[in-house]
């Protein structure tokens, strides 16, 4: 049996994620500090999040809650009993000397993930674990010509985002390419997204992954595997994790072991470097966070956070394809994005789901795109979107009018009722005005006509093209045609 | 006017006070004028609040008699281990040297609230680390009792400036004994209370399961005095849960019913037999008053000591590696790049005891030792609390000698860090379990204090301070340390 | 009986430098301590189970609203090194 990767395709890959996410909360994890972004530096800490002596953590109650709505959307049994430990190490961005995080009883464990591939198959990722933590400061490095960690002259440590909750997830090694973890880290961002508890946004940080990569042939035991770290995108993970196990495959194939490593990809190079692990592995010296006590979950505590659990992405298509009978792609779409999905029942809301549909994901997608801005940032609210395919099913308007329509009410901000009426877009429905119309474009093309009238039916579109002209398009096209068939062949 | 220092207490100030008898600005004069007389030679003091005390003084003298709290313009001193906003704290240590804290520690804040004046921040042993205040990395505290000795550890410099009238009353921290072994050999009264009565947000931590704040005073009602100031659940502090019923002043005269339990392993060899002696008449002042003593075996607390010395030192070595030169405290100059500065800064920032327990606490937690070690060392402690427990089922109070010896003299003990250690056994599995306990001066041995020690169940301060008071009214020890005040 | 390689070890993990008489001495020293303590190990404590806190409490929990912190020169009062707002360390080297 193969496994896809090496000269042979005889080895498989055998990867494992640790996902760190910046849970949405108001405060921080163990002190009442606002949790923001881009303020000046040291300006949101106070005495315990700078670790001043004498300070004590308190536990936020609603990032426990937040972490508990995702380990049960990742299918977890959760803990009726989970404590705090003290992980020590020393560094300038961990201002205690140790993070408080969770250990031996975490809050979740045991669930899984399954993600669709692209060829439409199911791959069931498992999760190991899923506990609470509390991020660090952020390290500048100054001085030094590259502005890296090695060659810095000194560091500056702003302490802002320390103390931030966080919630590690832990898979099971069973994602086996990168396009699988591709998938997965996409399928989680969108769950976590429906779930409202992060931002889960990887370029500004609120979505972070590590993978564990090792190389092996299928059914041998595992081999050694390697930590590749800090990738701050979907499309630098799925390079990186490539580039890493090709490292290891040639190391492999040219009879040389796999060393035991942290090893970090450079986009610029596409090129991975080693980071000679120092000689003793981190010895965290974990024990139980005496400053705490524990939290213990009854089923009450945990039947009200699954209660709380909104509709997740792979309930909402099924419900999108029956209740608006939409195919299994566009539900799919749909309910990939939680504020796309949220935006499309607005609109369907107001009449023809299936134009909706096709807008949404088509036109309204696309000027998003362009203009690089996020579905909360449309400038059309999904009433007027709605409003709009209004004109078009009763008649208004064209479809391909309706297009321009639409990209005025994004620049100008105004109704798609007034646009049409202030440019007197109208379509043209009035027989009597049309067929005038039709007379002249037909008298004034005598050899198109004899054309059309000698057999050749396709000169119809030029004579619509015509009547559109001379209409600046709001002719009612179906109107137009069966006028001009009328006079062509009277 | 002038007021004998000796004769003042917390509660007495507060007298003076309503009655008009003093003025705030008098009895801060009269701690003042005391401090310049005799701490020369006590050496209770690291940092005086002259200033800051005297204008708060005059303020408090300047409202009218009906605006001002119940415990307004009394003055106290505190152990310079709670955090004090602006002013500087610093453990006794070099590495917290002009360290001036951005925040109030919630047992401060309510001295505040109500009034009382911070005379000043007092010495203690290294981030409390020791049982004889030797280890202050700034200067000894010599005992008021004999100069040439000890006044126990680590809170010496509170029990020392009680002893000396240097203050009326005092906060010290007990993690193995601090509040109370130095109040028995400086013939105070010390208060631990149950663990989580008082707030420990603000206590600079040393070991976060053991560490709790508590009073030396002269009497037993000012322990229950000052303790109910102090004592509250805070929101601040997650492991701390108040009284559950506010504390009064005791009142009780007689011992009739009570049953007290002599704690069998607490009276072995290593107990002075002057220690012993005294120990034995308090029992018999004890039957006097009505009480019951019989003897009681307490198996487990044998390895108090071995749990503690696991325990504590775990819980010291990780609180304390937030002292890493980067956001407050002493940064070595050696040390161009980060490796180097932290042990720089470390190494020469800690003294040699605070470094032993640094290590001892590391090597238990480190790789493959946690379960030998620290796992065993709280299931011990389960083992503690059951003893207990089961004693507490047939006896009200548990009692033994406080400390083994009386007043050892200044460096007897500091070559040898496991003797040192072994003098805590009477104290030491009380923080284990959380328990309240109180140590009374019971009389004098060669000249020096002794401590009667009194434990209660969980929460059981009203009986524990109830029946101390009894035996002090009975005990009626008069004695003063001999100091010469010296005029300059 | 502590090793010299295990003490020069667990300085490391805690960041602090011994020099050879220090070494020496803290080898002793710990030696003598864990000797002690070691008697722990004697106990027959299975089954016993660990007590992390003396006075037990669960289920502590803060509200989520923000509090005033810090201002920029209070968080930065006590720096002994501070650069453009922020704490400034040495490299990593």
Not at chain 1, 409 to 429: C, D, H
Not at chain 2, 244 to 262: H, Q, Y
Request: net charge negative; aromatic share 6%.
């Amino acid at each position: 049996m193969s496994g896809g990767h090496g000269a042979n395709g005889e080895y498989e890959a055998v990867i494992g994620l640790e996902i760190h996410v910046q849970l949405k909360t108001n405060t921080k994890m163990f002190c009442s500090c606002a949790v923001t972004f881009g303020e000046e530096p040291n300006t949101r800490v106070c005495p315990i999040c700078l670790g001043h002596p004498g300070s004590l953590p308190v536990t936020n109650e609603r990032a426990v809650e937040y972490a508990t709505r995702i380990a049960l959307a990742l299918d977890c049994g959760i803990a009726h009993h989970t404590i705090f430990h003290r992980k020590n190490y020393f560094y300038p961005d961990l201002p205690k000397g140790y993070q408080i995080s969770q250990y031996d009883l975490p809050l979740g464990v045991g669930g899984h993930l399954d993600v669709e591939l692209e060829d439409g198959s199911t791959h069931r990722v498992g999760i190991t674990r899923v506990h609470m933590e509390e991020d660090a400061g952020k390290l500048v490095h100054a001085g030094g010509a590259t502005g890296r960690i090695h060659g810095a002259d000194y560091s500056l440590v702003d302490f802002n985002r320390g103390g931030t909750p966080l919630v590690e997830i832990v898979t099971e090694p069973d994602i086996r390419s990168s396009e699988q973890a591709r998938f997965f880290l996409n399928h989680l961002k969108n769950l976590i997204e429906h779930l409202g508890v992060s931002d889960v946004n990887m370029e500004e940080g609120s979505l972070r992954c590590d993978a564990n990569v090792s190389v092996r042939r299928p059914g041998e035991p595992l081999g050694t595997k390697t930590e590749l770290k800090n990738m701050n995108s979907f499309r630098f993970l799925a390079r990186g994790l490539e580039a890493e196990i090709e490292r290891q495959l040639s190391d492999l194939e040219a009879g040389e072991p796999v060393r035991q490593a942290t090893v970090h990809f450079d986009p610029s190079t596409g090129s991975i470097s080693v980071l000679r692990s120092k000689e003793e592995a981190h010895d965290y010296r974990y024990f139980p966070e005496p400053d705490l006590v524990p939290i213990v979950l009854d089923e009450a505590f945990i039947e009200k956070r699954r209660a709380e659990l909104p509709e997740l992405p792979a309930a909402r298509k099924e419900r999108l394809m029956e209740q608006y009978a939409l195919s299994a792609y566009d539900a799919g779409v749909l309910a990939g994005n939680r504020s796309l999905g949220d935006y499309f029942e607005r609109v369907a809301a107001e009449g023809d789901a299936k134009l909706a549909a096709n807008w949404v994901m088509g036109d309204f997608s696309a000027y998003l795109n362009a203009q690089g801005l996020t579905v909360e940032e449309s400038p059309v609210a999904p009433e007027d979107l709605a409003e709009l395919l209004r004109l078009i099913a009763d008649g208004t308007i064209s479809g391909k009018l309706a297009k321009d329509v639409f990209a005025t009410m994004a620049e100008s901000g105004q109704k798609p009722g007034q646009i049409v009426e202030e440019r007197g877009l109208g379509q043209i429905s009035d027989k009597g005005a049309l067929e005038a119309i039709v007379a002249g474009i037909v008298d004034a093309n005598p050899s198109a006509a004899a054309e059309y009238r000698s057999g050749n039916k396709k000169v119809m579109g030029f004579f619509v093209g015509q009547v559109m002209k001379e209409t600046k398009g709001r002719a009612n096209p179906q109107l137009a045609n069966s006028l001009l068939r009328k006079a062509l062949e009277a | 006017m002038s007021h004998d220092v000796y004769e003042l207490s917390g509660v007495r100030c507060r007298e003076l006070l309503e009655s008009g008898e003093a003025s705030a600005t008098e009895l801060v004069q009269a701690y003042l004028d005391r401090m310049r007389g005799v701490d020369g030679q006590v050496g209770a003091y690291l940092l005086t609040n002259e200033e800051a005390a005297l204008r708060q003084a005059a303020a408090i003298d300047a409202k009218p008699a009906e605006e001002r709290g119940p415990w307004e313009g009394v003055p106290i001193a505190v152990k310079d281990i709670l955090a004090t906003k602006g002013v500087e704290t610093t453990c006794a240590s070099r590495i917290l040297s002009g360290y001036r804290p951005p925040y109030d520690a919630t047992a401060i804040r309510k001295l505040n609230e109500a009034g009382l004046i911070i005379l000043g921040k007092l010495n203690m042993d290294e981030f409390a680390m020791g049982s004889s205040t030797e280890n202050s990395a700034f200067q000894p505290t010599r005992n008021p009792w004999d100069l040439e000795r000890v006044p126990g550890g680590s809170s010496g410099g509170s029990a020392a400036a009680v002893a000396a009238a240097e203050t009326p009353w005092a906060l010290g921290t007990d993690t193995g004994g601090s509040i109370r072994q130095p109040a028995s050999l400086c013939g105070v009264v010390g208060l631990k209370p149950t663990y989580g009565a008082v707030s420990r947000y603000g206590l600079i931590a040393f070991a976060s399961s053991l560490d709790q704040i508590g009073p030396l005073t002269r009497t037993v009602s000012d322990a229950a005095a000052l303790l109910g100031i102090v004592e509250g659940q805070d929101p601040l502090d997650s492991t701390s849960t108040g009284l559950r019923e506010p504390i009064r002043l005791p009142t009780e005269r007689d011992l009739a019913g009570r049953r007290f339990g002599v704690i069998k392993e607490f009276l072995g060899e290593a107990i002075d037999s002057g220690v012993r002696e005294v120990f034995n008449d308090a029992c018999k002042t004890i039957e006097v008053l009505g009480g019951v003593v019989e003897e009681v075996s307490l198996p487990s607390v044998e390895r108090g000591i071995a749990a503690y010395y696991i325990i504590a030192p775990a819980e010291a070595s990780s609180n304390l590696a937030r002292f890493d030169g980067v956001r407050y405290g002493y940064r070595s100059d050696e040390g161009e790049d980060l490796l180097s500065m932290y042990t720089h800064t470390r190494s020469e920032g800690f003294g040699p005891e605070v470094k032993r327990r640094i290590m001892i606490g590391t090597y238990v937690l480190s790789a493959g030792y946690y379960e030998a070690y620290y796992g065993q060392a709280q299931r011990t402690r389960t083992l503690i609390i059951q003893d207990f427990n089961r004693t507490f089922a047939d006896y009200d109070y548990l009692i033994s000698p406080t400390s083994p010896s009386v007043a050892f003299k200044l460096g007897e003990r500091t070559a040898d860090p496991l003797a040192m250690y072994l003098s805590d056994l009477c104290t030491i599995p009380v923080n284990l379990a959380g328990l309240p306990a109180i140590s009374l001066p019971a009389g004098f041995s060669q000249g020096l204090p002794v401590g009667l020690h009194m434990i209660s169940p969980h929460f059981g301060e009203q009986a524990l301070v109830d029946a101390a008071h009894a035996l002090e009214q009975k005990f009626q020890l008069g004695a003063r340390p001999a100091l010469t005040e010296v005029t300059e | 009986m502590i090793s010299r390689e295990e003490v020069e070890h667990v300085a490391r993990l805690a960041r602090l430098h011994l020099d050879e008489d220090a070494l020496a001495r803290m080898g002793s020293e710990l030696s003598q301590i864990i000797d002690y303590v070691q008697q722990i190990g004697e106990l027959d404590l299975a089954g016993v189970e660990p007590t992390a806190h003396a006075v037990a409490l669960t289920n502590v929990f803060r509200k989520d609203e923000t509090w005033e912190g810090l201002t920029q020169d209070e968080a930065l009062s006590n720096a002994p090194n501070a650069e453009a707002g922020h704490f400034a360390v040495p490299r990593m080297g």
